[in-house]
């Protein structure tokens, strides 16, 4: 067996304690005689494998009691428009564009109802965050949307905007567990779990109790209705269980790192690493204004797309995986979640440095 060191954005690298203990007990759980992909959703021992992955996430984001936790399928996307349809009570929501996936989110909202846009980093090709601290707010928004980290770009809020006492709605996908968090300062948190959590197919939703109510948009699908997966405790239909169930042990992996202090201050040494190394290359350029970046995404360019061609090629023949940017901005881009070990870094910084010698 040989593993490589994965860059992907996502799906992206998991601890490997936790793939080791799935592949333990991928035939036999745990006595149970078949594997989780096998048993009931309704069963016992499920039952306790999902409370306790809830509980593991409230304990690690000091989750309160008037939140619920949600486990979904559809990925983030799928909530581009659950949130209106749910939220839209005014049918107005304000969103502010930092990338593609708030762009996505946006343009999604407004087939509900009329979405504006409260700012917008767009004029730079989203490689900043715009100052949100006195953003022209209309009274009748129904909530303020962002997309914290911004997965494609390697930009992230450091400051929450100012919504001017409007629910914020943020979507987590890329930072999610990354660092503590004021859970109420949001009125949804969400994210797809494929970036810093668990396998693709589940997409978590922290959300308020107020804000799930049966006032939805007309038309909206039972699957959509934050309130049936409330009431039904994730499980109204089929949940994607092995994802859950894997979700979970990465709590517990979290839980034993030492919880979410700690994996922002191994997350902020390892970004560090890559982005003082970028601060005094003769090759390398990181994209992203330098107070906006962000600890999960690290977007970078030689300026030259040959060179950066060739970066990618030959790290990859040096085992460093997937480097390669998002297809719409090109460049390279390092995606160093939670599970990325330091040792990943530093030894794609000493990479780098050989290959700045090498194409001087
Ligand atoms: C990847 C990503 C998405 C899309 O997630 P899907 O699960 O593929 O729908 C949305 N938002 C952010 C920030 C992402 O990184």
Same mark, same amino acid.
């Given at each position: 067996?040989?593993?490589?060191?994965?860059?992907?954005?996502?799906?992206?690298?998991?601890?490997?304690?936790?793939?080791?203990?799935?592949?333990?007990?991928?035939?036999?759980?745990?006595?149970?005689?078949?594997?989780?992909?096998?048993?009931?959703?309704?069963?016992?021992?499920?039952?306790?494998?999902?409370? @306790?992955?809830?509980?593991?996430?409230?304990?690690?984001?000091?989750? =309160?009691?008037?939140?619920?936790?949600?486990?979904?399928?559809?990925?983030?996307?799928?909530?581009?428009?659950?949130?209106?349809?749910?939220?839209?009570?005014?049918?107005?929501?304000?969103?502010?564009?930092?990338?593609?996936?708030?762009? /996505?989110?946006?343009?999604?909202?407004?087939?509900?109802?009329?979405?504006?846009?409260?700012?917008?980093?767009?004029?730079?090709?989203?490689?900043?965050?715009?100052?949100?601290?006195?953003?022209?707010?209309?009274?009748?928004?129904?909530?303020?949307?962002?997309?914290?980290?911004?997965?494609?770009?390697?930009?992230?809020?450091?400051?929450?905007?100012?919504? /001017?006492?409007?629910?914020?709605?943020?979507?987590?996908?890329?930072?999610?567990?990354?660092?503590?968090?004021?859970? @109420?300062?949001? +009125?949804?948190?969400?994210?797809?779990?494929?970036?810093?959590?668990?396998?693709?197919?589940?997409?978590?939703?922290?959300?308020?109790?107020?804000?799930?109510?049966?006032?939805?948009? =007309?038309?909206? =699908?039972?699957?959509?209705?934050?309130?049936?997966?409330?009431?039904?405790?994730?499980?109204? $239909?089929?949940?994607?269980?092995? +994802?859950?169930?894997?979700?979970?042990?990465?709590?517990?992996?979290?839980?034993?790192?030492?919880?979410?202090?700690?994996?922002?201050?191994?997350?902020?040494?390892?970004?560090?690493?890559?982005?003082?190394?970028?601060?005094?290359?003769?090759?390398?350029?990181?994209?992203?204004?330098?107070?906006?970046?962000?600890?999960? $995404?690290?977007?970078?360019?030689?300026? $030259?797309?040959?060179?950066?061609?060739?970066?990618?090629?030959?790290?990859?023949?040096?085992?460093?995986?997937?480097?390669?940017?998002?297809?719409?901005?090109?460049?390279?881009?390092?995606?160093?979640?939670?599970?990325?070990?330091?040792?990943?870094? @530093?030894?794609?910084?000493?990479?780098?440095? /050989?290959?700045?010698?090498?194409?001087?």
């Amino acid at each position: 067996m040989s593993r490589v060191y994965n860059f992907s954005a996502g799906p992206a690298v998991l601890p490997e304690e936790v793939l080791k203990e799935a592949a333990d007990e991928m035939m036999d759980y745990r006595g149970c005689g078949m594997s989780v992909m096998e048993m009931s959703h309704r069963s016992k021992v499920y039952d306790t494998i999902i409370k @306790e992955a809830e509980q593991d996430l409230r304990d690690l984001m000091k989750i =309160p009691d008037n939140y619920k936790v949600l486990f979904l399928q559809g990925g983030a996307s799928q909530q581009f428009a659950a949130i209106p349809m749910n939220l839209m009570k005014n049918r107005k929501a304000g969103y502010i564009v930092t990338g593609q996936w708030a762009k /996505k989110a946006y343009q999604e909202a407004k087939i509900y109802g009329e979405a504006v846009e409260l700012a917008s980093s767009a004029d730079q090709t989203f490689s900043y965050i715009p100052d949100c601290s006195d953003l022209d707010i209309p009274d009748d928004l129904d909530y303020v949307y962002i997309c914290e980290n911004n997965t494609i770009y390697g930009t992230k809020y450091k400051t929450l905007p100012n919504t /001017k006492g409007k629910t914020l709605v943020a979507d987590v996908s890329s930072c999610f567990l990354s660092e503590p968090v004021d859970v @109420e300062k949001y +009125g949804v948190i969400y994210g797809g779990v494929q970036k810093n959590i668990g396998p693709a197919g589940v997409v978590i939703v922290i959300i308020r109790e107020d804000l799930i109510t049966d006032d939805v948009l =007309p038309g909206t =699908p039972t699957m959509l209705k934050y309130k049936i997966h409330a009431d039904n405790d994730s499980l109204y $239909n089929t949940p994607p269980c092995y +994802g859950i169930y894997i979700c979970g042990k990465v709590f517990k992996w979290l839980k034993k790192m030492g919880g979410l202090e700690v994996m922002k201050q191994r997350n902020i040494e390892k970004a560090q690493i890559l982005y003082d190394f970028l601060d005094q290359s003769s090759l390398f350029k990181g994209t992203v204004r330098k107070e906006d970046r962000s600890l999960m $995404n690290v977007p970078f360019v030689t300026g $030259n797309d040959e060179l950066d061609a060739k970066f990618v090629k030959e790290a990859k023949e040096a085992g460093f995986e997937n480097l390669k940017g998002h297809r719409t901005v090109g460049g390279m881009r390092a995606s160093i979640y939670n599970a990325m070990p330091k040792e990943g870094v @530093e030894k794609l910084v000493a990479f780098m440095k /050989k290959f700045e010698e090498e194409n001087a």
